[in-house]
């Protein structure tokens, strides 16, 4: 049985509409306080990060003010990457962490997503419990007027996020000589990402650094990849990098303006931590891997592991297995050596640090050929149109058409009223020939 309120990635929607208002987000708060209380533990902290979204200034208050009436203190961050969040939630000893985002979605919807005081997503059975609380009479979960939580804005959660993530690297470690065109999405990466990069030595060619409110993912950031292939080629870069609404997720290309998804990235950080002797056991992918990826690791006697879509899957399975790498071809990649949760700034700091000693990133980076993969995303009123009978009967043509010759994958997405079609196959025309079948039957 799915959740009623969390998807794949939190909670996220319209503002203003179903679970994206304030009314909401004061039950979320007060809930999940209960929750946590519930739970006994001496200190009851919250700390809450935003990305850069107008709707942020209305929703956080009242996700304050229930965390507030149900007795936890808080402290907020203002607009910090998502595992700075989870990072600082470990480091602080806070109780949860609560995310303020909807990633690369456009700046009309927002949501949360929730970090426990491990750092790490929460699990669907701990949602499944604030999800009760989220229904229950919010009258008994509120705190006696004494007991009341505290608010504390802190002003330095950037610079703590830039201190750990140095951490990671070794002193001497400088960029000095690489010149980087970097594409914030007008995001939550937009404070940290330049003054890091800057501060190693590199030269930076900021693109999608002025937020304001509207134009977060705007034509910008990872799901925008060619504003980086222009500007590499423009400024004679060495590389790109673009995160997207949240900086969990990296998309990069080469000094020839050649996109680098999640795969490559994760095919390149496989081989060098083998070498390396850094790699525990294997890698964890996605339903959405492209099947290059996976062949490049047989190839390298790197075991390979597919779960959900959704990098809360992916680190669950990561846990499981003991593998400390892991993500998703959109750029959800996930450090366990380093990181709980995505990180795309992270993980251009492990890419660069391959790259200093002067090699190219198209060398690098293009570790193996991918199978040609169309993926089409259908918008819809009712993701459980894919349950109708006609739909069933249309996947069902078109697998069969597809046979051996590749694969297909329907699914709703977890974020957005969409559902996604991917197909793999060596033919082109086959793959559009199966998609349309299906997107005949959902229109």
Known sequence: M??????????RGTVNEGNITGEKFFKFGLAAATYFKNQKKAKQIAI????TRLSGYTLEPALVSGLASGGMHI????????NGLAMLTKLMKANMGIMITASHNPYYDNGLKLFGPDGMKLSD????????????????????????GRVKRLEDGNDKYIKILRKNFPNNFRLKGTKIVLDCGNGAGYIAAPKLLKSLGAK???????????NINDKCGSTYP?????????????????????????????ENGKIIDGDQI???????????KILKNGVVGTLMSNYGLENFLRKQKIK?????????????????LNFNLGGEQSGHIILGKFATTGDGLMVALEVLFSLRKGKKASNLLNVFKPLPQILENVVVKNKNIINTLKCKKAIKKANKLMKENGRLLIRKSGTEPKIRIMGESHNKNLILKCINIIKRSIK
Not at 75 to 82: M, R
Not at 204 to 213: A, D, E, L, M, T
Request: net charge positive; glycine share 8%.
């Open 2 to 11: 799915s959740n009623k309120y969390f998807g794949t990635d939190g909670i």
């Open 48 to 51: 809450i990060a935003k990305d």
């Open 75 to 82: 402290f907020t961050l203002g607009p910090l990457p998502t």
């Open 125 to 148: 059975q701990i949602e499944k419990k604030i999800e009760k609380l989220i229904d229950a009479k919010s009258t008994k979960q509120l705190s006696n007027p004494k007991l009341l």
């Open 204 to 214: 930076v060619v900021s693109i999608g650094v002025k937020p304001n409110g509207f």
């Open 226 to 254: 060619s504003k980086i292939q222009s500007a590499v080629k423009k400024y004679k870069a060495h590389v790109g990098i673009s995160f997207d609404g949240d900086a969990d997720r990296i998309i990069m290309c080469d």
């Open 266 to 276: 994760i095919g390149m950080l496989a081989r060098r931590w083998k070498s390396k």
């Open 304 to 320: 390979f592991f597919r779960t959900k879509v959704g990098d809360r899957y992916v680190k669950e399975k990561m846990k499981n």
